[in-house]
């Protein structure tokens, strides 16, 4: 039975990060509909959770590698955005009273600086360039 479901899904995209993530989406939302909830929003919920779980095994299923791999990939550069985020922003909080933090004017890059009050220059360690730094 288990050689047969491999040769069967020989040639198909199979499981990957952006399926598991609408997995979880799709037990988020059938775990909703549990609880007492208005009749439209139930409906809601299963359209969105019936929708889901054809997308799932679409993607499960599909031969079309390619396409699958482009979509795994910017669903994996969207949540590494998301998390880098998350992370600045709790950095920012942690060393709030330590350092500042500025972006550079010509990358945009965040750079993490010591809180010395003053003009200072500083130099990006991505692009090299240097700019005028004020901090109070
Ligand atoms: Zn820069």
Redesign the pocket.
């Known amino acids: 039975m288990k050689q047969k479901i491999a040769a069967w899904m020989q040639g198909r995209y199979g499981a990957d990060a952006l399926s598991r993530f609408m997995l979880v989406v799709y037990l988020i939302l059938s775990a909703t509909q549990l609880f007492p909830l208005h009749t439209v929003v139930r409906l809601i919920l299963q359209i969105l959770s019936a929708t889901l779980c054809v997308l799932i095994f679409f993607r499960l299923l599909s031969r079309n590698i390619p396409k699958r791999t482009a979509e795994n990939t910017s669903y994996l550069a969207c949540r590494r955005r998301i998390k880098e985020g998350v992370l600045l922003r709790r950095n920012r909080w942690r060393y709030r009273k330590t350092h500042v933090y500025r972006k ?6 965040q ?1 993490k600086l010591p809180r010395v009050s003053g003009e200072h220059r500083c130099a ?6 240097s700019f005028a730094v004020s901090i109070r």
């Open positions: 550079c004017p010509h990358c945009g890059v750079i990006c360690p991505k692009c090299g360039d």
